[in-house]
C-alpha cells in the first residue's frame, strides 16, 4: 500500500522546463535525508532568480505547498512556480527518500540563478523540508530546515497521515487546530501515546522516538556538472 500511495505522488508530476540553452549549466542536486525514521517525499526543486521566494516563513503557504505539506504530491506546487515570474525552471526527483539515503536529481540553471528544494516528510500532518534560495554558482551543501505548513492541525494519528506505517489509506485532513502560518516544526511528539486511539494499522500509537527528529531532516548538495 505504501509503495501504491508514493506511486500516486508522482503520477501528475511531469513538468515540462524549457530546452536546454548555450547559457544553461547543468547541476545535480542531492538530497540527503538525515532523519531517524521519517520518509522524504519525493522532491521539487524550484530554479529562480534572486529575490524570489516558493514561500515565506510566518505567511500562509499557497494551494500548491499545502498540498505538498498534506499529501506529498508537488505537482500543484510546480504548476504555481512555473506559471511565476523569475522562476526558471521546475524539476522533480523521481522517487522518495527513506531514513540515510540521498536522491539526485538534475536540474538546469544560469551561474546566477539560486534554487529552492522542497519535500513533506511523510509521517507528519503537514510538515514539510525546505532549503530556500540556494546559490548554484559553488559547489556548496546546506542543511533544510523543517516547517509546518500551518493548514493541518498536528493530530498525529494514522488516519490523518500518508507516511508510513500508516500507508495513506485515508489520510483525513483535518483544518481544526491548524495554526494559519508557516512556522518552524515542533517535531513529532507521540501526542496520542497510551490512549489506544492512535488509528495505526497494529491499534498502537505512533512513537516520537521513531517519528521525531532533531534539527535539519535534510541535506541538499548541489555540484555543476558541466
Not at 100 to 120: E, H, N, W, Y
Request: proline fraction near 6%.
Amino acid at each position: 500500500m505504501l509503495k501504491k500511495w508514493f506511486a500516486s505522488c508522482l503520477a501528475a508530476t511531469a513538468l515540462v522546463s524549457a530546452p536546454y540553452t548555450l547559457a544553461d549549466n547543468v547541476y545535480e542536486v542531492t538530497v540527503t535525508n538525515l532523519t531517524y525514521g521519517q520518509v522524504l517525499t519525493p522532491p521539487i526543486a524550484v530554479v529562480h532568480k534572486r529575490g524570489h521566494r516558493v514561500f515565506e516563513a510566518g505567511g500562509v503557504a499557497s494551494p500548491g505547498l499545502k498540498t505538498l505539506a498534506e499529501t506529498g504530491s508537488p505537482a500543484l506546487l510546480g504548476e504555481e512556480s512555473e506559471n511565476t515570474r523569475g522562476v526558471r525552471g521546475v524539476f522533480i526527483g523521481d522517487g522518495v527518500v527513506p531514513p540515510g539515503q540521498s536522491l539526485t536529481l538534475k536540474i538546469k540553471a544560469k551561474r546566477r540563478d539560486r534554487v529552492s528544494v522542497l519535500g513533506m516528510l511523510a509521517t507528519t500532518n503537514d510538515g514539510f523540508f525546505a532549503a530556500s534560495s540556494v546559490p548554484v554558482l559553488y559547489p556548496n551543501a546546506v542543511n533544510a530546515s523543517v516547517y509546518d505548513a500551518g493548514t493541518e492541525a498536528n493530530t498525529e494519528r494514522c488516519d490523518d497521515l500518508p507516511g508510513p506505517p500508516c500507508g495513506g489509506a485515508s489520510n483525513n485532513e483535518v483544518v481544526d487546530g491548524a495554526e494559519g502560518f508557516i512556522h518552524i516544526h515542533r517535531g513529532f511528539h507521540g501526542v496520542n501515546e497510551g490512549d489506544g486511539d492512535s488509528g495505526s494499522p497494529t491499534g498502537q500509537a505512533l512513537a516520537d522516538e521513531d517519528l521525531d527528529w532533531r534539527g535539519p531532516a535534510a541535506r541538499i548538495s548541489i555540484r555543476r556538472t558541466y
